[in-house]
């Protein structure tokens, strides 16, 4: 009888044990989802939306002679933390330094004409796309032998050093110079301090547009497109949710064309 009674107690004990268990695997995945959701509820309750860009990469992200910090992506952030519900609040940082923000979280997303490619989706959320472009190659004014990307082989190209357009260069041959931005990569060329550089073509035209005297010219352009979106760490689904939700409504009622075609002329949203 003893036995019986003590195999009993065994039981219940053994049972409340397995379901403080059960609690406390329901509260872990409890704890996990209200993790996904905690950086959007943060940014509600902030009423600010930290955004991590460059701020000297026109037309996307720059500053105009006012001081202003303006640009495509910069309105397109602005717009989407309008529709959250929220203000877009910029954190200015060099591009090679932007992806550390976002991990350390300075910042809760960027926009900065990120790619989207497949090694970085391994480590990071992004937005649908919001804008396509091809890459090209920029030579001097007077460079008559560069006419494709395979002509780049061999020679010094300037790029930012975590860009989708390094990798380009890289890819066809081109040996490596470290810039900050764009501007820079332009200076070296017309200096002859480099051989070409490889960029976004959109870019390019704004600059050309902007400094008509430039003593450079496009001499190739990629035949596929690439696709830029917002950038965010893993985890916050549904943050990346409601950004795509404002971009998608943004498309439909005419404000990204809006947008699109005050910096560009013409509708640059993925086709």
Not at 58 to 67: A, C, I, K, V
Not at 259 to 270: A, L, N, R, T
Request: aromatic content about 8%; proline content about 2%.
């Amino acid at each position: 009888m003893k036995k019986w009674k003590l195999s009993i107690i065994m039981l219940i004990a053994l049972s409340m044990v397995l379901a403080a268990c059960g609690q406390s695997k329901d509260k872990e995945e409890s704890n996990g989802d209200s993790k996904e959701t905690s950086l959007f509820d943060k940014v509600k309750e902030d009423g600010e939306l930290l955004v991590g860009t460059e701020g000297t990469y026109p037309p996307f992200t720059f500053h105009d002679e006012s001081g202003k910090l303006t640009g495509f992506d910069v309105e397109i952030a602005r717009e989407v933390a309008k529709r959250l519900g929220v203000e877009a609040k910029f954190q200015e940082t060099q591009w090679d330094a932007m992806f550390e923000g976002l991990n350390s979280k300075r910042f809760d997303m960027i926009a900065n004409q990120v790619g989207i490619r497949e090694d970085r989706e391994k480590k990071y959320d992004f937005s649908k796309p919001y804008i396509e472009s091809s890459a090209v190659v920029v030579v001097s004014k007077d460079n008559k032998d560069v006419t494709s990307f395979e002509d780049i082989k061999g020679l010094t190209s300037a790029q930012s050093l975590t860009s989708n357009y390094r990798d380009i260069a890289e890819k066809n041959g081109a040996k490596i110079q470290g810039v900050e931005g764009l501007s820079q990569s332009i200076q070296l060329l017309e200096q002859g301090r480099v051989d070409v550089t490889v960029n976004d073509k959109i870019s390019i035209l704004d600059y050309l547009k902007k400094q008509p005297n430039a003593k450079v010219k496009i001499a190739a352009e990629a035949e596929d497109a690439g696709q830029s979106g917002l950038m965010f760490r893993k985890g916050n689904d549904k943050l990346v949710e409601e950004v795509n939700k404002a971009l998608e409504e943004m498309m439909a009622d005419g404000t990204y064309k809006e947008i699109s075609d005050k910096w560009f002329g013409e509708d640059v949203s993925p086709k």
